[in-house]
């Protein structure tokens, strides 16, 4: 039989995680601390929960999508936190996007209780993780691993075990760092091609086709070229992010120069448009600049 799931944090990337399990046939239990997400959640089948400690209760198993390793200590630890309510001998599944120190640190407040953790930080977007098609990247042990790759299947198209706990936010935050590097990398050519008098469309396609392409430019240059920018992730995000590679770079001694400018720059976007504006807005910045 199927495992049944808590979810807590049914935000752009838990919501639709967790719809993706309803869609499979899992039974969930959903809490969110605004309501308007789990009435969404239980049109599509899940059992609402008054809390974390309710909700992990019921079903022995807790996922979380929460979005700050803050938020998550609080959601697990707090007065009816997710470690009141799982027994022990059960699973969290930590889907948020963490920095290695901060897991770590989490994990073992887990398994104090007796609850062992599985890092599972998803990589592709919202709109792969609509569909089922984002994907994982899995720490921990390789049997809790094979327990729970049926749920974590129904959400994501591929995965992959890094290795044990932290190992996960390792590639995470290095996939993220890449990403809001091309990001940066795609905006500026994007200017040059417009400054240079070339149709956008055109050159999106061209550069999609050459040496220069990235997943990034090819997914997202189009959010920024049709004006909506909406990508479902923030700028506090992106910064949360860049924060924990450029902790990462501190602990391994290796020097992110670009890392560093592209995290300044995000700073800049989140000074002039929000950190609750799409990190695509972070374009926005360079048209401001050129006032193009
Ligand atoms: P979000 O802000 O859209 O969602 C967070 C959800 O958590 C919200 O629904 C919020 O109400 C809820 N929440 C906040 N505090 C809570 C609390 N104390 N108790 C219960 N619920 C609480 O964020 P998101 O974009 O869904 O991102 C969540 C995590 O996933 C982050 O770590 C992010 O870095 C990571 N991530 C996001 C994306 C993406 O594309 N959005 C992609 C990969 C990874």
Not at 91 to 115: F, P, Q, Y
Request: net charge negative; glycine share 12%.
């Amino acid at each position: 039989a199927r495992l049944a799931y808590a979810f807590i944090g049914l935000g752009h990337l838990g919501g639709n995680l967790a719809a993706s399990l309803l869609r499979n046939g899992f039974a969930v239990t959903v809490f969110d601390r605004d309501p308007s997400p789990i009435e969404r959640l239980v049109a599509l089948g899940a059992t609402a929960a008054r809390s974390p400690a309710e909700a992990a209760a019921r079903v022995g198993n807790a996922i979380t999508c929460l979005p700050s390793p803050k938020v998550s200590e609080a959601v697990l630890t707090g007065p009816d936190g997710l470690l009141d309510g799982l027994a022990a001998g059960g699973t969290w599944i930590e889907m948020s996007t963490n920095g290695r120190d901060e897991i770590l640190r989490l994990s073992a407040l887990a398994l104090a209780k007796g609850v062992e953790t599985l890092e599972c930080p998803v990589t592709g977007g919202v709109h792969l993780a609509a569909v089922g098609k984002i994907t994982a990247l899995v720490g921990g042990d390789a049997a809790l691993y094979e327990r729970h790759r049926p749920a974590i299947e129904a959400m994501c198209a591929k995965s992959f075990l890094m290795g044990p706990v932290g190992s996960a936010a390792v590639i995470k935050v290095i996939t993220n760092m890449l990403a809001f590097i091309h990001l940066v990398a795609a905006g500026e050519a994007l200017m040059l091609a417009k400054q240079g008098g070339l149709d956008l469309a055109q050159a999106y396609h061209a550069i999609v086709a050459s040496s220069g392409n990235s997943f990034v430019h090819e997914t997202e240059s189009q959010l920024v070229l049709n004006g909506s920018y909406d990508i479902g992730f923030t700028m506090d995000l992106a910064l949360k992010d860049l924060g924990f590679a450029l902790a990462m770079g501190k602990d391994f001694g290796v020097p992110l120069d670009l890392a560093t400018r592209v995290n300044a720059i995000f700073e800049q976007g989140k000074e002039a448009y929000g950190g609750d504006a799409w990190s695509t807005r972070i374009v926005k910045l360079l048209e401001d600049a050129v006032g193009a």
